[in-house]
């Protein structure tokens, strides 16, 4: 049912009205909506809860949430609340009016100086992302919006990964993206720099919007795989020397000598008529904090944090009703690292069925016995938010979660119960 300004009458948890449709894809729906209280108009995502499960997209979903929490800059689209009903998720958005950038460029290729102004955002943006541990993995046109003003909004992180997705030679190694936008050692499968990747893509956003087509074209993908592999593409005469030499270090096909970010910003042809700095406070927390002495080598990044958050617990949006099998509890306390792991390490000997494995900030207990799904094991991870607030992350990385769960609460939970750090605000534990 319509309202004569066009909204619908139905609300989403009383704060939002739902109006026209913007648009929609294979799990998703985009509304305009509005805020009751304020009045201010928003983009509203509307996830099919049950669509998601059954293609295994849970993770996706959290991970595109906790991102877009953390990334907050004046070039990435901004992401208001989260919200959950039985069936759906919404995504209450900043409502970016300018449309794709892709639509601008169908309509043919960009002026240099025009260019250089959205490629300057888009840096801007991705190094952002990149200093807080972020690589988006899916960066084109399609996914670069512009808002009234025409300034460039980044957007759609569902395939993004954070710092803690790499294995252990420090590579991502999922294969992931755009075809025609996709890094050539993401082709490869042998592991890749998350950041090199995205930095390959921004070469080719810069070739299109300089040229008004791809560098690579192909109407058989392998044989664009092969271009893209090689590095074989060629600028049209009307690029300036200047554009020519930023976009051939860009499209490096080895990641080892890809040009960085530092580096394009140093460039003359990114300088020229450069924007002001912007600077969020969140931007400048972070830059004060990397000069900081008190910078630690396993500090927490903001997925920890949104997942300690009540507020943001993401875990509910998935779970029809409360799950009876936990595979992981994580708390914050002040006390400090030598004293959690020692507790660890004491839990482990009075059970006698563990054998472990330390470091300075984790801990690894490996079953002495088979269970029923092969010896359990279990790691522990201690982060550091600053030297004296500390988050313990415990999970099963082997076994039966039955049995995990047994050992957690008949002797895990007892042995950390007075480490853990209860909120002033609202006198309620974290450990969860």
Known sequence: MECKDGYSTLLVHGKYELGRLLGHGTFAKVYHARNLQSGKSVAMKVVSKEKVIQVGMMEQIKREISVMKMVQHPNIVELHEVMASKSKIYFAMELVRGGELFSKIAKGRLKEDVARVYFQQLISAIDFCHSHGVYHRDLKPENLLLDEEGNLKVTDFGLSAFTEHLKQDGLLHTTCGTPAYVAPEVIGKKGYDGAKADLWSCGVILYVLLAGFLPFQEDNIVAMYRKIYRGDFKCPPWFSSEARRLITKLL?????????????????????????????????????????????????????????????????????????????????????????????????????????????????????????????????????????????????????????????????????????????????????
């Not at 008190?294 to 943001?312: P, V």
């Not at 004491?346 to 010896?375: D, I, M, Q, T």
């Open 252 to 432: 490096d096909p080895n990641p080892m000598t890809r040009i960085t970010i530092a580096k394009i910003m140093d460039s003359s042809w990114f300088k020229k008529s450069a924007p002001k700095s912007i600077l969020t406070k969140e931007e400048q927390e972070y830059q004060e904090y990397e000069k900081s002495p008190f910078k630690q080598s396993e500090t927490l990044n903001a997925f920890h944090i949104i997942s300690l958050s009540q507020g943001l617990n993401l875990s509910p949006l998935f779970e029809e009703k409360k799950r009876e099998e936990k595979e992981e509890l994580r708390f914050a306390t002040t006390r400090p690292a030598s004293s959690v792991i020692s507790t660890l390490e004491e839990v482990a000997a009075k059970s006698g069925n563990f054998s472990v494995k330390k470091s300075e900030s984790r801990v690894r207990l490996e079953g002495n016995e088979c269970g029923r799904k092969g010896k359990l094991a279990i790691a522990a991870e201690i982060f550091a938010v600053t030297p004296s607030f500390l988050v313990v992350e415990v999970k099963k990385i082997n076994g039966d979660a039955l049995e995990y769960n047994q050992f957690c609460s008949k002797e895990l939970r007892p042995a950390l119960k007075d480490f853990v750090w209860t909120s002033p605000a609202d006198n309620s534990t974290l450990l969860a």
